[in-house]
């Protein structure tokens, strides 16, 4: 695949960014028809920043409080976003809410993972809300963008067993270990044209989902899409 045919994306994240090198990882293993134009953080000291340099992948700290108010930094981070023409933006840990005048200029061309079986437990602390619930199973799901957190239409969720003595430590590495496989797969499923929102509704090969993909994962390695 030659670069010009690949859809660029703008990958933005606030920590860690154990999302965005499985992305970096899958583009670079030629499994995702996309490739990573930026990386926009809200903290300076985000991992993910010094993983995209690491990765020759441009990359922005635009920091809050170098704003007057959260208006002022949606609008700069838009601008920032806009400016590499990205085919897709993704939502790779960004712990920040995003105002509505971001949602709107990208609707349809967001996506976010979680690390929950959304619609429940969006937010924070999930994993610790999850075993207090007492669950048996949880999951991560990825979904388009919208005004309401967590809440934009499901694409995509991989489930899997709660285990006797899962901590929210355990539970959240075994969680992120799929999201490392499904978020990948999704973004090639928008890459290739395969996935659209429409009608404030995620479409998969020209058809309106009515529950999200499940994404069986057997073991590690493998994903399979039902
Ligand atoms: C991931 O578990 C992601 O699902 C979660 O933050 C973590 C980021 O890890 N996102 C949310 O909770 C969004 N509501 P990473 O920085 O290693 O990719």
Same mark, same amino acid.
């Given at each position: ?87 897709? &933006? ?39 809300? &999850? ?13 388009? &963008? ?81």
């Amino acid at each position: 695949m030659i670069e010009g045919e690949r859809l660029p994306l703008v990958v933005l994240a606030s920590g860690r960014g154990s999302n965005l090198q499985a992305i970096i990882d899958a583009a670079a293993d030629g499994r995702l028809a996309a490739r990573i134009a930026a990386v926009v953080s809200d903290r300076a000291d985000a991992l993910a920043l010094q993983r995209a340099r690491e990765a020759g992948i441009f990359a922005q700290a635009l920091l809050p409080r170098d704003f007057p108010d959260p208006a002022a930094y949606d609008a700069a981070l838009a601008a920032s976003v806009g400016s590499h023409r990205p085919g897709l &933006v993704v939502l790779a840990g960004f712990m920040r809410i995003i105002g509505g005048g971001f949602v709107r200029r990208f609707t349809g061309r967001m996506l976010n993972i979680h690390p929950s079986l959304l619609p429940k437990y969006p937010g924070l602390d999930t994993h610790r809300r &999850v075993l207090e619930a007492g669950e048996r199973e949880t999951g991560a799901s990825v979904h388009f &963008v919208t005004e309401a957190v967590d809440a934009g239409p499901l694409i995509a969720r991989a489930r899997l067993p709660v285990r006797p003595g899962d901590t929210a430590q355990t539970l959240a590495a075994r969680v992120l270990e799929f999201e490392h496989l499904i978020y990948p797969q999704v973004i090639d499923w928008f890459a290739t044209g395969r996935l659209r929102m429409r009608d404030g509704r995620a479409w998969l090969d020209g058809r309106a989902l009515d529950k999200p993909i499940a994404i069986r994962l057997k073991h590690t390695s493998q994903v399979a899409a039902s």
